[in-house]
């Protein structure tokens, strides 16, 4: 069990597993979510070197993070990047490497344009906060910090995956 672990008899197991299934199969298309990761990389790369037939598609379902290193354009990328922002496109284009025609911004898959939630007027803790008082007081201080009348009414939520936390 512990040897499954390592990362690299992990990337093996995945490579092997999706090999057969994508020459048994006879897939023409690949898409998976991309987060820049040493297994995907991997994983890519073994379907160029095998020569084989398939289109990859990497779909970025997340933000770029502030410095976002890992996304530049090396061995074992897909052939087509999917984002969901001109934004991301901009800065893996002109920054990062890939190419215009490699990048295509699309709608998220993530949120559907019929899941149009209200965000206005309310405030999302994150899923873990370490220090209560500390935020407690940025807000406060934000509150405070504003004209009188500027903000809205607010109504403050857990992250949703913490709908059952008192914190």
């Known amino acids: ?10 990337t093996e197991k995945l490579n092997e597993t999706i090999l057969e299934l994508l020459s048994h199969y006879n897939i023409k298309n ?3 979510p991309y987060e820049a990761q040493p297994h995907q990389h991997d994983l890519i790369q073994n379907i160029k ?3 084989l037939k398939i289109s990859t ?9 502030s410095l976002p290193t890992d996304y530049i354009k ?3 990328y897909p052939d087509k990047l999917f ?3 001109l934004d991301q496109k901009k800065i893996l284009c002109q920054k990062l490497g890939w190419k215009t025609s490699e990048v295509k911004n699309i709608s998220s898959m993530r949120y559907l344009k019929k899941d149009k939630k209200n965000f206005g007027k309310k405030i999302y803790f994150p899923y873990h906060i370490n220090n209560e008082k500390l935020v407690f007081k940025y807000i406060e201080k934000f509150i405070n910090s504003c004209p009188a ?3 809205p009414k607010l109504l ?7 709908k059952n936390s008192k914190k």
């Open 1 to 10: 069990y512990s040897e499954l672990l390592s990362s690299s008899v992990l």
């Open 30 to 32: 690949l898409i998976l």
């Open 49 to 51: 070197s095998r020569k």
């Open 57 to 65: 598609v990497g779909y970025m379902h997340t933000a770029l993070p």
């Open 74 to 76: 090396r061995t074992g």
């Open 83 to 85: 984002v969901n922002g």
């Open 149 to 151: 009348g500027y903000l």
């Open 156 to 162: 403050v939520k857990n992250h949703p995956s913490m």
